[in-house]
């Protein structure tokens, strides 16, 4: 499982577990799975779409970064 992380300057979006994650890049969308290799990367106007066991969330942003590291996702959005 992943641990993730999507944060604004005002607010926390989503704070839980996730099998995977699907990020808009800058050179395209990109998905990160357990074990993934560390990672930080831009993020462009898009959908960061999210899978849970049992369900899927999607949030709409407008750039931002994100960090990847040991199973840890954080998202600055």
């Not at 099998?19 to 890049?25: E, Y």
């Not at 560390?38 to 899927?56: A, M, Q, R, Y």
Request: aromatic share 4%.
């Amino acid at each position: 499982m992943l641990e993730v992380k999507i944060i604004t300057l005002d607010t926390t979006l989503f704070e839980g577990q996730a099998d995977n994650i699907t990020l808009p890049g800058a050179k395209g969308s990109f998905q990160v799975l357990k074990g993934h290799a560390p990672i930080v990367s831009n993020l462009v106007k898009g959908v960061v779409e999210l899978s849970t066991h049992n369900e899927s969330k999607r949030f709409e942003i407008s750039g931002g970064i994100v960090e990847v590291l040991d199973n840890k996702i954080v998202v600055l959005v």
